[in-house]
């Protein structure tokens, strides 16, 4: 039995040849998808991870490139979903988890690293003046918004359309779609109903909001903008957040999920200087390995200790979890941030990021295709145009000038065809064909990968996918 996808005479298949040189690089990547789509919901675990016909399946990985189970090498944009700015496998890391596997990986107690770790928080964070921790950044939202509402006495969050928190209930309308703020599958109507969406870069909605309704406990948003910064937020929006917050008693939380340590060592709030009161990190946090925190005031983080709860005569937050603060992660993280703080890590993986934007926009102009790469830090995107917008040149795009609509958007089909073209092409971008620069990427990576673009744009050419 073949994999379901484009090659196999369903519908909406073809003939494409890029399609038929993916298959045929990569036939024991497709053997394991048909064995694990009979195991596995669409036979994965990340909805990211879909692909028609099938993603490669990785055996090893180190720095920036990784190795299928078929041999092949990619560089590897997707970036472990953002949290290998270091790449995989970096030494400091790598030698600080192996010691702590050595002394144990679950004490079911209290453990030295956990202080060492919320200290290396604190390090690059002035705003952590207390961490707590958990095992995803889907739970460190939700920390965050539990504690919001019990702090202020309020149950009404306010978000941005387009803007990721993880899949709590709270968080998963308004994402990819139910922008009508109807609840999603499995949400009920009435916790739907407690997490408003305004439009994102509208500083005078959020105002109409504070001053309408006196339910609003906080406002979370990603501190760049949606999905690392595709829709981008200006900075003097994040002031404004800020400032309307503090007038009106709402708390503002930034989601530094992703933007923790890659927007600078401080996170976007420290490049920012923004002092937000609830932060929520995860990825880089942990150095790659299952790890998050929930950081901020003392006092709202009081809510969580026995003692500050029982002086104030308020219940105190219950929050267990197996796996806060487990010591591999711990050591993971300690060692992570310690790299981060202690060199120029950042600045090596955001120049990267620049070559590589400029070198995709060299290539689309050459090629005279209405595109653009964009991004900011050790990021980047590639907008493929949706709504074919005249005028647009590579090297001077203002994401700003465009709707959410268009910077998310993209024809499905030529998006999963270029991204199977440029594995083909030895590249591994994100679903969304952009991705995240670590310090390992070479300037001979940034070149094959701006090489491996060229091709795969002239493949997607070749088959009348694109203008001629």
Known sequence: MAPTGEATGLPGGTNSRIVAAYRQRTPRSGELA?????????????DARHLDPYSPYIARAAGPHKWDVDGNRYIDFFGGHGALILGHCHPRVTAAV??????????????????????????LVPAAERVRFT?????????????????????????????FHGWQDHMTHGYANHFDGTPTPGVLAGVAEKAILLPPNDLGAVAATLRDRRDICAIILEPTGSSFGQVPVEPEFLHGLRALTEQHGVLLIFDEVITGFRTSRGGAQGAFGIRPDLSSF??????????????????????????????????????????????????????????????????????RAGELRAGLNAVLTAEQLPWAAYG??????????????????PDSFDPHACAIEELKGGDPVLVRRLRLALLVNGVDPNPRLGGFTSTTHTGADIADTVAAYREAIRMLRAENELPA
């Open 34 to 46: 048909c064995q694990a789509a009979a195991l596995l919901p669409s036979g994965i675990a990340h």
């Open 98 to 123: 192996t010691a702590a596997v050595a002394e144990g990986s679950q004490f079911g107690a209290n453990h030295p690293g956990e202080i060492g770790w919320a200290r290396a928080i604190q390090r």
């Open 135 to 163: 095992s995803s950044g889907t739970e460190a939202t939700l920390m965050a918004v539990r504690l919001a509402r019990a702090f202020t006495g309020r149950d009404t969050l306010l978000r941005f359309k387009g803007h």
């Open 282 to 351: 995860a990825k880089i946090v942990a150095g790659g390995l299952p790890g998050a925190a929930v950081a901020g005031r003392k006092d709202i983080l009081d809510l969580l200790d026995f003692a500050a709860t029982a002086a104030a005569g308020r219940e105190k937050i219950y929050h267990p979890g197996t796996f806060n603060a487990n010591p591999i992660s711990a050591a993971a993280g300690i060692a992570c941030l310690t790299e981060l703080a202690e060199t120029d890590a950042n600045e090596v993986a955001a120049a």
């Open 376 to 393: 900011t830090s050790s990021g980047f995107h590639l907008f493929t145009n949706p709504k074919q917008r005249a005028g647009i040149r």
